[in-house]
């Protein structure tokens, strides 16, 4: 059974928080929370809407930044997909089972009012993010 999971925003790696917010703008996506600062992680967040779709700018800003690598990797780009979940428990377990890997443990972040997240990774589908109700 597939676990019970809500995409809740799409992660979007950005290396320039405010020309990428004029940028998604100018396509017309509307503010929804302006960039916070993630001192936990070391990037600006920034989450913007349009037709129903969040996008989340994640934007490293110091060089240990834990997407610092990724940055490398992907430059401008989206990597994640975060789900929302009704039982974290469960919709753990069933990612684990379905052959995810955490990649961090339970972690809370600022930008969504200090709920708990975790990053975990598939082979075939890359990273993914699950929030804790
Ligand atoms: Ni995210």
Redesign the pocket.
């Known amino acids: 059974m597939s676990p019970d999971l809500t995409v809740?925003?799409?992660?979007y790696l950005v290396k320039k928080v405010q020309k990428a917010k004029d940028a998604f703008a100018s396509l017309g996506y509307q503010i929804e929370q302006d960039t916070l600062r993630d001192e936990i992680r070391k990037v600006d967040?920034c989450f913007l809407i349009k037709d129903g779709y969040r996008i989340?700018l994640?934007c490293p800003y110091a060089e240990d930044s834990v997407v610092s690598g990724l940055m490398k990797r992907f430059k401008n780009s989206p990597y994640?997909?975060?789900y929302e979940t009704t039982d974290f428990e469960a919709a753990y377990e069933s990612l684990l089972a379905d052959g995810f890997m955490a990649i961090d443990t339970l972690t809370p972040?600022p930008?969504?009012s200090g709920r708990q997240?975790v990053?975990l990774t598939n082979a075939v589908l890359g990273m993914i993010?699950l929030i804790k109700p």
């Open positions: 809740h925003h799409i992660g967040i989340e994640v994640h997909i975060c972040a930008a969504l997240v990053f993010e």
